[in-house]
């Protein structure tokens, strides 16, 4: 059974960012971006945190 792809791994793919680069940018670690990207992002303040570098609306990344 394939899980469904969350919107932070989505936008990733699309910018071509690899979650290193991605935990690099956002000075993370890979452990912790690894998780938002397989289990996306459930809160506001983290979307926000985010959508900063990933150039999109907060409300564009968070899985419900």
Known sequence: MKKHSTKI???L???GLTQ???ARVT????TLINHFC???IKTARIA???AKFLD???ESLIDF
Not at 27 to 30: C, D, I, L, T
């Open 38 to 40: 397989v289990n996306g």
């Open 20 to 22: 290193r680069d991605f």
């Open 9 to 11: 791994a989505i936008r």
């Open 13 to 15: 793919r699309l910018l």
């Open 27 to 30: 000075k993370q670690s890979v």
């Open 48 to 50: 926000k945190k985010y």
């Open 56 to 58: 999109c609306e907060p």
